[in-house]
């Protein structure tokens, strides 16, 4: 039985949704509770840095998932695309007001110091399209070019691993892991766009 039979389907998107928060929530109450040790703002940058991982790797998913009949992520996958976006803007918004406090002459310096951070921008503007023509009405107005447009799927996936692979210091094994899992599900959809296309 299919997971939301006979549940209606913006109850059972919202539920989604409200699952998808609930690492945000664990955020918000290890940052009220003091556990998020000596830095909580690093702490925080990591937290919502890795749940939009997780989100990605989650959508990306979803097809191959459906594929071989389960596709409870598929059905949900613009719930979770949002989701991750929530993740990955309010990592943004954090790295504004934290680390330069909105001012272009402390984010001219950290870009010289930290040009991955550049990269992780990119990212996160290749996925604002995504998000913005999520809705059915912009599918609609957008037609054939609506599944074009997310292509951008491909490069934002790439520069998001790229930002944290930049980043990370001594402990490369997670990024590898993230790389080879990204490399995996990105291969099999651009060949799956290939033999549709043919
Ligand atoms: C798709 C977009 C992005 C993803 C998936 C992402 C993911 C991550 C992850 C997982 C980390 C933690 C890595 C670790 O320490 O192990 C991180 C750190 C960081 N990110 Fe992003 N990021 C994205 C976009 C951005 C953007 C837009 C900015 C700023 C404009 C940014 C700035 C930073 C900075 C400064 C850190 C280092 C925090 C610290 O250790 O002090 N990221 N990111």
């Given at each position: 039985?299919?997971?939301?039979?006979?549940?209606?389907?913006?109850?059972?998107?919202?539920?989604?949704?409200?699952?998808?928060?609930?690492?945000?929530?664990?955020?918000?109450?290890?940052l009220g509770t003091g556990?998020?040790?000596?830095?909580?703002?690093?702490?925080?940058?990591?937290?919502?840095?890795?749940?939009?991982?997780?989100?990605?790797?989650?959508?990306?998913?979803?097809?191959?998932?459906?594929?071989?009949?389960?596709?409870?992520?598929?059905?949900?996958?613009?719930?979770?695309?949002?989701?991750?976006?929530?993740?990955?803007?309010?990592?943004?918004?954090?790295?504004?007001?934290?680390?330069?406090?909105?001012?272009?002459?402390?984010?001219?310096?950290?870009?010289?110091?930290?040009?991955?951070?550049?990269?992780?921008?990119?990212?996160?503007?290749?996925?604002?399209?995504?998000?913005?023509?999520?809705?059915?009405?912009?599918?609609?107005?957008?037609?054939?070019?609506?599944?074009?447009?997310?292509?951008?799927?491909?490069?934002?996936?790439?520069?998001?691993?790229?930002?944290?692979?930049?980043?990370?210091?001594?402990?490369?094994?997670?990024?590898?892991?993230?790389?080879?899992?990204?490399?995996?599900?990105?291969?099999?959809?651009?060949?799956?766009?290939?033999?549709?296309?043919?």
């Amino acid at each position: 039985m299919p997971l939301s039979a006979g549940v209606p389907r913006w109850v059972a998107t919202g539920v989604v949704f409200a699952l998808c928060l609930l690492p945000l929530l664990m955020l918000s109450i290890q940052l009220g509770t003091g556990q998020m040790g000596p830095d909580p703002a690093k702490r925080l940058m990591q937290g919502t840095g890795e749940w939009g991982l997780r989100g990605l790797i989650l959508v990306l998913l979803a097809a191959p998932m459906a594929k071989r009949g389960w596709p409870v992520l598929f059905r949900f996958r613009r719930v979770l695309g949002l989701s991750l976006f929530v993740y990955v803007s309010l990592h943004l918004l954090l790295f504004a007001q934290v680390y330069v406090g909105w001012s272009v002459t402390l984010l001219a310096e950290e870009l010289k110091e930290r040009p991955y951070v550049l990269v992780g921008f990119s990212a996160w503007l290749a996925m604002l399209p995504l998000a913005l023509t999520s809705t059915d009405r912009a599918r609609r107005w957008l037609g054939r070019r609506w599944k074009q447009l997310h292509r951008l799927i491909y490069p934002a996936t790439v520069l998001a691993w790229l930002h944290v692979f930049w980043l990370v210091r001594s402990d490369v094994g997670d990024a590898l892991l993230y790389g080879v899992i990204f490399a995996v599900l990105l291969l099999w959809r651009a060949r799956r766009a290939q033999l549709r296309g043919r």
